[in-house]
Structures are given as structure tokens and as C-alpha cells.
């Protein structure tokens, strides 16, 4: 039980999330009305997606230091991960969009754009991945690459929203979410809905990790 | 040998062999002026008029794609057996930048007579013309720099012509997006100041994907 703390916190988490989420009081505000609640559930996975390919890259960077198999298990299971969550990130904030904008794709945001270009980042990954036969090929030249796509990623998501127009808070001299409806009611369950879905991030991560060792020493044992 | 010296050798390797086998130039020469003409044809035959947006846009789309054609073969042409000789002469470091180098050069002509035949036959609407050049030949440089390091990843795997662009296109995403405004700013004659936070970000995405390439490269290289 205590090396699966952290699962607990991320049950409860979560729990917690969904129901203060909906059950919760929220500032009434215009246009957002109720949706403001869907930041308990958008925002987290953008953040969730971010940590899961940061891991990714400093696993690939420990390869490369240190060519194991299992650095690569790591970092292509995190990268899978990340891209679920950016999926995820995407859905919720079409229906969002679509409730607030207008819109389920709004082309003028720059932000959406980033998110939707660095998912396809991570999927050209996957295709590099898959057009290796051999192993340590396959994992030293993906590793390289998921370097190079990551530092390209950060002005895409980070820099570029900033300096152009955006429909985002925060972005394009839009004030950021905390000065104007992020009350304190809000703060109780955002936090927490944050940690919930980074440790989800993690355990699916985890859990993948895991199948898929398993899987490389059955090969190895039949062959 | 020192760095700056082995650069200076294989960059004049590379412009030695262009120049005997001057096909390759020809042919990206005349895939520009075919392009061009293809996009003229089908303009005019449809509307006839092209709007300033449309012609910056469809600009940048060819010079992107005429980057993405001649930087692709930089690794592929040269056979197993030269790149091993290079790995017992010189250093990792010398071999990418140097690339980097002659790709630059390379796409320093190709724009140059991009926009000439482009302008020549569409015509060129662009009201500060020598910004619109100073743009011209940076997005040459940029496009050399990240699509070297893209080339050397998809020349190591098995189908390097559909993995050039995935792999590719949504990592010169923002650098594409950094100059199609500073060229916007250009063609609508606004004064240079105008464009200094653009510039900034060009040279800055430039900067580090230089600087991640050298730093990975030597992993990149003996595989």
C-alpha cells in the first residue's frame, strides 16, 4: 500500500474533481455561463500533456547517455500517453470553443493551431518509430528526434501564442485567467483537478510501460 | 585538423559537386520555375486575379516545398561507404554544420530565383522590397537548418521520402508562421520596426535548432 500512495491521491483527486467540479460554485460571468467548469477538465490535460513529452524527452536524453531498452520503453510509452491527453485537451476545447467562440475550430487562434501541429509532431514520432526493423536503431534515431521535435514544440506552444493574437487568456494581450474569474471556489478544486490527471497521466503511463516490458522479455525469452 | 577547417573542406566538397553534376541544380531550378507556372496556370484559368495574401501564402508554400526537394537528398546521395570514409576523417559536428552551410547556400540561390521567376511571371505586389529579400533569404537559412537535421533522421530510415515531410513540415510550422507576417509586413510596406519582434523570434528558433543539431548529431551519426 505505501508504493501505491499516489494512485489513492489520484482516485481521490479525481473524485473530488468531478464532483466540486460540477456540484461546485462558479462565478457567473458572461458568455462562459457554466462552462467555466470545463477548466477543470481542458486546461489540466494541456498541462498533463505537456509533462508526459517532457518526460518523454528526458527519458530519450537518458538514453542516449545511456542506450537501455527500457529508457526507450519509457519515453515512446510517455510520448503515447501525451498524445491521448492532447487529444483529449483538443475535445474538450472544441465543445468549449463552440459554446464560447462560436466555433468548434477557430482559425484565428494560434494556440489551438500549436496544440493541433505538436500532436502531429508526436504522431510523426510514432511513424518514425514504426519504419525501423531493428531495435536499437529504432530507438537511438527516434530519441534524436524527439529532442529536436521538443525543443521546436516549446516556442510553438509557449512563445509564438504570446506574440500573436489569441482567443485564449493570457495570450495576445487577453488578461490570463487568474486576474479575472479564477475566484478562490475554483482554485479549491482546479489544483487539485490538475494533480488528479497528471498522476492519471503517469499511472496509464505506468501501467503501459509495464505491458510492454513484460512483452520485450517474453520475446527475448522465446527467441 | 580544426573544425573551422574541416567545414571550409566540405563545404567546398559539396559546391565541387554540385557544380560537375549540375543536374541536380537544373532540376530544382526548373521544379521552381514548373511549380510556378503550374500555380499561375491555375489561377488564371479560375479567376484570374491573385489576391496579395494568396500570392504571399502560395510564395512560402513553394519556396517550402522546393526546400523540402533539394534538402532531402543532402544525406541520401551520399553512399554508405563515403559516409563511413567522412567518420574516419573528420567529426560529427564539421559534417552538420558544414551541411547546414551548403543547404543555406543552396537555398540562397533557389529563393533568389524563386522570387525572381515568381515575381516575373505573377507578379510582385510587395511594397518594401528589401525587407521582402532580407525575409527571403533568412526563411532560406532557417528552412536549411531545420531540414538538414530532418533529412539526416529520414535518410536512416527505411521510407525517408514520406518521412522528410511528416517528420519535417510540423516543426518548421513556426518559423513558416514567423515569416509569412514578417512578409506580410513587407508587401504592406509598414516601416522595419514593425517587424523587429518577428525577426527577434526568426533568429531565436534559428538559433536553437541550430545549436540541437550540432548537440545531436554526433548521436545521430554512426547508426
Request: glycine letters at 6%; proline letters at 3%; charged letters at 15%.
Amino acid at each position: 500500500m505505501k508504493k501505491h500512495w499516489w494512485k489513492v491521491l489520484c482516485v481521490g483527486c479525481l473524485f473530488y474533481t468531478i464532483i466540486g467540479g460540477f456540484l461546485g460554485t462558479v462565478p457567473r460571468l458572461d458568455i462562459l455561463n457554466e462552462t467555466i467548469r470545463n477548466l477543470y477538465f481542458h486546461v489540466p490535460m494541456w498541462f498533463c500533456m505537456t509533462v508526459m513529452f517532457t518526460v518523454s524527452m528526458v527519458y530519450a536524453i537518458k538514453y542516449l547517455n545511456n542506450p537501455l531498452s527500457k529508457y526507450d520503453i519509457v519515453a515512446a510509452e510517455f510520448a503515447n500517453t501525451g498524445i491521448l491527453f492532447g487529444i483529449l485537451g483538443i475535445i474538450t476545447g472544441m465543445i468549449w470553443a463552440k459554446f464560447t467562440w462560436g466555433d468548434y475550430w477557430v482559425k484565428e487562434d494560434y494556440k489551438l493551431n500549436g496544440a493541433a501541429i505538436s500532436l502531429l509532431i508526436y504522431l510523426a514520432y510514432m511513424v518514425l518509430r514504426s519504419s525501423f526493423d531493428d531495435e536499437q536503431q529504432r530507438a537511438k534515431i527516434s530519441a534524436v528526434y524527439n529532442i529536436f521535435a521538443f525543443s521546436a514544440m516549446i516556442p510553438l506552444i509557449f512563445i509564438l501564442p504570446r506574440l500573436t493574437d489569441s482567443l485564449h487568456p493570457g495570450n495576445g494581450g487577453n488578461p490570463g485567467f487568474n486576474s479575472y474569474d479564477l475566484d478562490n471556489n475554483m482554485r479549491m478544486v482546479f489544483y487539485p483537478a490538475v494533480i488528479g490527471w497528471i498522476l492519471l497521466g503517469v499511472w496509464i503511463a505506468n501501467l503501459r510501460v509495464r505491458t510492454r516490458t513484460i512483452e520485450e522479455n517474453q520475446e527475448n525469452l522465446n527467441a | 585538423m580544426n573544425l573551422i577547417q574541416e567545414i571550409k573542406f566540405l563545404v567546398a566538397k559539396d559546391l565541387l559537386l554540385e557544380l560537375r553534376q549540375r543536374y541536380a541544380l537544373h532540376g530544382m531550378m526548373l521544379y521552381i520555375v514548373s511549380t510556378v507556372f503550374v500555380c499561375y496556370m491555375s489561377f488564371r484559368f479560375s479567376n484570374g486575379e491573385i489576391h496579395p495574401i494568396t500570392w504571399n501564402t502560395l510564395f512560402w508554400i513553394i519556396m517550402l516545398f522546393t526546400a523540402v526537394n533539394a534538402i532531402a537528398k543532402s544525406f541520401v546521395q551520399e553512399g554508405k561507404g563515403r559516409l563511413l570514409y567522412y567518420y574516419t576523417l573528420v567529426s560529427p559536428q564539421a559534417v552538420i554544420v558544414s551541411k547546414i552551410l551548403y543547404n543555406a547556400l543552396l537555398m540562397l540561390v533557389l529563393s533568389i530565383v524563386g522570387l525572381s521567376v515568381y515575381s516575373l511571371i505573377i507578379g510582385n505586389p510587395v511594397q518594401d522590397m528589401t525587407l521582402f529579400v532580407l525575409n527571403v533569404l533568412l526563411g532560406g537559412i532557417g528552412f536549411s537548418s531545420s531540414f538538414t537535421m530532418i533529412s539526416a533522421i529520414a535518410s536512416k530510415a527505411n521510407n525517408g521520402g514520406t518521412l522528410m515531410a511528416i517528420l519535417g513540415f510540423p516543426v518548421i510550422l513556426p518559423m513558416l508562421i514567423m515569416l509569412i507576417k514578417i512578409s506580410k509586413n513587407a508587401m504592406d510596406g509598414l516601416a522595419l520596426s514593425n517587424s523587429y519582434d518577428e525577426l527577434i523570434t526568426l533568429a531565436a528558433i534559428n538559433m536553437i535548432v541550430v545549436t540541437i543539431s550540432y548537440l545531436l548529431f554526433p548521436y545521430l551519426w554512426r547508426t
